[in-house]
């Protein structure tokens, strides 16, 4: 398996800049549509999109560790704790049956 920073591109929401109409009395944002199909956006949406921003400003991964298990690799020295490793593919196993 091959580490590389390909993962460092955040991938998040989308937004279409359009028309909205905003309701004074609930602070939602409703979005223009077909007739008879309502769309409404609440204030959280946009805390969200705020959440988004942040996040997506740091790393997704430690820099750091990576190189240092990349490098152990490469020198021999990394050991694998296969108890951690058999333990997080039972945790994994559980989860996708418990998800059926």
């Given at each position: 398996m091959k580490i590389n920073d390909?993962?460092?591109k955040p991938v998040g929401l989308t937004t279409e800049k359009s028309e909205t109409k905003?309701?004074?009395s609930s602070g939602?944002?409703?979005a223009p549509s077909a007739p008879g199909d309502?769309?409404?956006l609440s204030n959280?949406?946009?805390q969200l999109k705020a959440l988004e921003e942040s996040v997506s400003s740091g790393d997704v991964y430690d820099a750091k560790k990576v190189e240092a298990i990349k490098?152990?690799?490469r020198d021999g020295h990394?050991?694998?704790?296969s108890d951690k490793v058999a333990d997080g593919l039972i945790s994994t196993v559980k989860d996708l049956l418990n998800k059926k």
């Open positions: 390909s993962i460092k905003t309701s004074k939602s944002v409703a309502s769309v409404t959280m949406s946009s490098t152990a690799i990394f050991k694998v704790d």
